[in-house]
């Protein structure tokens, strides 16, 4: 359901028509809540998946500061709302580029971002990126809060190990006492030894990782001002890197015959869910086709194949297919054999990029959709963002 609830909210949020004081006011908390739901959410995944040993961490470049920017719109109404000061403090060093999980790096922030902020009733919250040495970065949440007593402090990183004396649990009334522990774990993931902290009782807490790249960062002079006002939008979930539709396994184009079609198939079953794809396409000015499950998509894919489709370059198809996973009658990946069988006996001359999309991320179905032939693979709830770079991969 998030995955309609939060695109839908981000929409009426954007939208001109709606008066600006319900979008402040109504619509932007709605979003942040649903962003923290989703995380708390993710959480319990996660904890699931912590048991049996089966988290996945994905590498890829992402930007320091935009990550900053992404924290701040989560968090700076909340602390606003508390009377509290929001500092942004990232060293001037601090490079472009970095090589890690991003979104397990967010995971771990947002975490030690709503510890900070449940915990401290007066004085600051300071959001921290700096260089503590070569390739590798400081990310830190540094609060004026209770603190936590030097007894206590053993028991943060536990299962459930949310602290029940009455001054903390008065304070501590959301979450499911998972957060650090998985974040500690995560931490352990993409090479920061340990989620570190000191504390003083009554005066504030300091969370912080420290983590190498795993590549060379890229320094650029230019600094990005992080301005509140413009602030981007924000989809903290976790995503995998656009494969290239280039190489030799996957669908690619040939050099003098680049697909021009608009129209992009969109296979789900749930209906909320194809509207929410429709719009966001609609956007990027792509005409979509909706199928209710994958038997019925191999069905306008079949009927598409007259020439009378074609866009001009002989491709004859759509430019990307979008579809579910878990679908009745036929699911995503049946549907993916049936058009690679359709591919094999010359029926589709040319591949149609297949991108699943699906709010589940066990690894061994992510994995066989790859041996499938599947291009992509994005985790619901799916961004704006996500379909740029979807479709700047395709034209590319």
Known sequence: PLNCIIPMLIEARDSESIPEDIRSDIIKPALINSRLLLSMINDILDYSQISRNNLRVVYQDFEPRELAKEICELFEMQARQKNLDFIIDIEEHVPAKFYCDKERIRQILINLMTNALKFTSKGSITFQIKMVENFCLRFGVMDTGIGIREYDQQRLLQSFGQLDVDE???????????????????????????????????????????????????????IINLELESIPQVNPVKKYPLISLSNGNTASTSSNAICTCPYVLVADDNEYNRMVLVRMLKRKNMQSIEAYDGKQALEIIKERLNEEYSCGSGCRRFKVIISDLNMPVMTGYDLLKSIKVLQSDGVITKPIPFVVASAFEKQTEIDEGFKLGMDHYMTKPISESDISKLLDSIKS
Do not use: C
């Open 168 to 222: 903390y649990a008065k304070m501590n009334n959301m979450g499911v006492g998972l957060g650090l522990m998985i974040s500690s774990r995560i931490a352990n993931l993409v090479g920061a030894d340990k989620i570190n902290f000191t504390s003083e009782y009554g005066k504030g807490s300091f969370f912080y990782i420290d983590i190498t790249s795993r590549q060379t960062p890229v320094v650029e002079e230019n």
